[in-house]
């Protein structure tokens, strides 16, 4: 017997989503996916069928009101799998939930508890979690009897040593959860999932992954696991993004709220939704932009995304105590060969020589056969991952 998941991943201002079909001893096969891009402004909605092709198109209608806009989203895409191919909707659903805190690290059945107790962190990812439960109380409502699944982008990380974890604070503060815990761990677990595939034997070295997309970060792996990673409490942390600062001194934090006399709801929304490539550059947190564009502003930004991956890097590489590989991934890494040139040439003292051909071609091995560390291009897929870990636990 086939059983059919939904798989979410409810963003800031999109909403992604996947259906596979789940059956026992194979992996989940993909049906239909699609996404819901640019709420808050002008939604549209797309699904591809299992083969790519086209099914639906279509510009939802917008409210200016980005919550609003999410709640009209998601039932626009249950009334678009509840047509002919899921006539009584999936039998289950599964969600990529951003924070985890220290009380989930691993997938589990969604409850009232639960849903209760993912509200506690939505200080720590205010631009995913809310949106995150958004989508777990609408599916509730839409088909309460459906069974629901939450997978944790923190999850990942727990392999991580103690020191790894802690901030130097008072173990009070430490016992309130004010730690380090990681994020895209999703997208890590998926490429951990397929570097023997690529790699072979050296899948269990030392790897650096660079997750670069509108988020972005770095993750450590030995033997396939989470060492070290550049985010920390809240995704705010490590690698300059495409709104938000990464890595910042607390105490400019501080001296904007003390000195400078903003409120901390305006120095969050400065952060994270105002600084980064868009900050830097005054002109796109989009990486395509500020490629194409000419202005020097735009070359300014780059140079900073691409200092903070150079300078984060080489702290990844100590904690390893070397380097066997380097795996770019998510829409910027899969996409943009500058980047990953650039970000090559500063890691040549790594022993990684760029195939230029290859980089720019977007092959998987974008690095020479004499290369010391080897260089990899290789496609994320977060939502294969939630369907395998769904199946996991549905027990099928």
């Given at each position: 017997?086939?059983?059919?998941l939904?798989?979410?991943n409810?963003g800031?201002?999109s909403?992604?989503?996947?259906?596979?079909e789940l059956?026992?001893?194979?992996q989940?096969?993909?049906g239909?996916?699609?996404?819901i891009e640019?709420?808050?402004r002008?939604p549209?909605l797309?699904?591809?069928?299992r083969?790519?092709?086209?099914m639906t198109q279509r510009v939802l209608?917008?409210?200016?009101?980005?919550?609003?806009d999410?709640?009209?989203?998601?039932a626009a895409?249950?009334?678009?799998?509840a047509?002919?191919?899921?006539?009584d909707?999936?039998?289950?659903?599964?969600?990529?939930v951003?924070h985890g805190?220290s009380a989930f690290?691993?997938?589990?059945r969604?409850?009232p508890?639960?849903?209760?107790?993912?509200?506690?962190?939505?200080?720590?990812?205010?631009?995913h979690?809310p949106h995150c439960l958004a989508?777990?109380?609408?599916t509730?409502?839409r088909w309460?009897?459906?069974?629901q699944i939450a997978?944790?982008d923190?999850?990942?990380?727990a392999?991580r040593?103690?020191?790894?974890?802690?901030?130097a604070?008072?173990?009070?503060?430490?016992d309130?959860g004010?730690r380090r815990y990681?994020f895209?761990?999703l997208s890590?677990?998926?490429i951990a999932?397929?570097?023997p595939?690529h790699l072979?034997?050296?899948?269990?070295g030392r790897v650096?992954?660079?997750?670069l997309?509108?988020g972005?970060?770095l993750?450590a792996?030995?033997?396939?696991?989470?060492v070290?990673t550049?985010?920390g409490?809240?995704?705010?942390d490590?690698?300059v993004?495409?709104?938000?600062c990464g890595?910042i001194?607390p105490?400019?934090?501080?001296?904007?709220i003390?000195?400078?006399g903003?409120?901390?709801d305006?120095v969050?929304t400065?952060?994270?939704?105002?600084?980064g490539?868009?900050?830097?550059s005054g002109?796109?947190?989009?990486?395509?932009v500020?490629?194409?564009?000419t202005?020097?502003a735009a070359?300014?930004?780059?140079?900073l995304y691409v200092h903070a991956?150079?300078?984060e890097?080489?702290s990844?590489?100590?904690?390893?105590g070397?380097?066997?590989?380097?795996?770019f991934?998510a829409?910027?890494?899969?996409h943009?060969?500058q980047i990953?040139?650039?970000?090559?040439?500063?890691?040549a003292w790594?022993?990684?020589e760029?195939?230029?051909?290859?980089n720019?071609?977007g092959?998987t091995?974008?690095?020479?056969?004499?290369?010391r560390a080897?260089?990899?291009?290789?496609p994320?897929?977060e939502?294969r991952?939630i369907?395998?870990?769904?199946s996991?636990?549905?027990e099928i």
């Amino acid at each position: 017997m086939k059983t059919s998941l939904l798989v979410i991943n409810a963003g800031s201002s999109s909403i992604r989503f996947a259906q596979f079909e789940l059956a026992s001893g194979v992996q989940p096969v993909r049906g239909m996916q699609g996404h819901i891009e640019g709420l808050g402004r002008a939604p549209q909605l797309v699904v591809h069928d299992r083969l790519g092709g086209c099914m639906t198109q279509r510009v939802l209608q917008p409210t200016g009101d980005l919550a609003a806009d999410h709640a009209g989203a998601l039932a626009a895409l249950f009334d678009c799998i509840a047509g002919p191919e899921w006539p009584d909707g999936p039998h289950a659903v599964a969600h990529r939930v951003v924070h985890g805190g220290s009380a989930f690290a691993r997938p589990l059945r969604v409850t009232p508890d639960v849903l209760a107790q993912l509200q506690h962190f939505v200080p720590l990812a205010p631009l995913h979690q809310p949106h995150c439960l958004a989508a777990l109380r609408a599916t509730a409502a839409r088909w309460p009897d459906v069974p629901q699944i939450a997978c944790f982008d923190t999850a990942f990380h727990a392999t991580r040593s103690p020191v790894e974890q802690a901030y130097a604070l008072p173990q009070p503060l430490q016992d309130a959860g004010v730690r380090r815990y990681g994020f895209h761990g999703l997208s890590y677990e998926y490429i951990a999932g397929v570097l023997p595939l690529h790699l072979g034997a050296l899948a269990g070295g030392r790897v650096v992954v660079a997750h670069l997309g509108n988020g972005a970060s770095l993750c450590a792996m030995r033997g396939r696991k989470s060492v070290a990673t550049t985010m920390g409490m809240t995704p705010l942390d490590g690698l300059v993004m495409g709104t938000r600062c990464g890595r910042i001194d607390p105490g400019a934090v501080l001296h904007l709220i003390r000195g400078l006399g903003m409120t901390p709801d305006e120095v969050q929304t400065l952060l994270y939704e105002h600084s980064g490539l868009l900050g830097a550059s005054g002109i796109s947190g989009d990486m395509r932009v500020l490629e194409a564009s000419t202005e020097p502003a735009a070359r300014f930004a780059i140079d900073l995304y691409v200092h903070a991956i150079t300078r984060e890097l080489g702290s990844m590489v100590a904690l390893l105590g070397g380097l066997d590989a380097l795996v770019f991934t998510a829409g910027v890494g899969e996409h943009s060969a500058q980047i990953r040139e650039r970000v090559c040439r500063d890691a040549a003292w790594l022993g990684i020589e760029l195939s230029a051909g290859a980089n720019d071609a977007g092959e998987t091995r974008i690095s020479t056969p004499r290369s010391r560390a080897s260089a990899w291009v290789i496609p994320t897929h977060e939502a294969r991952v939630i369907a395998q870990q769904a199946s996991a636990l549905l027990e099928i």
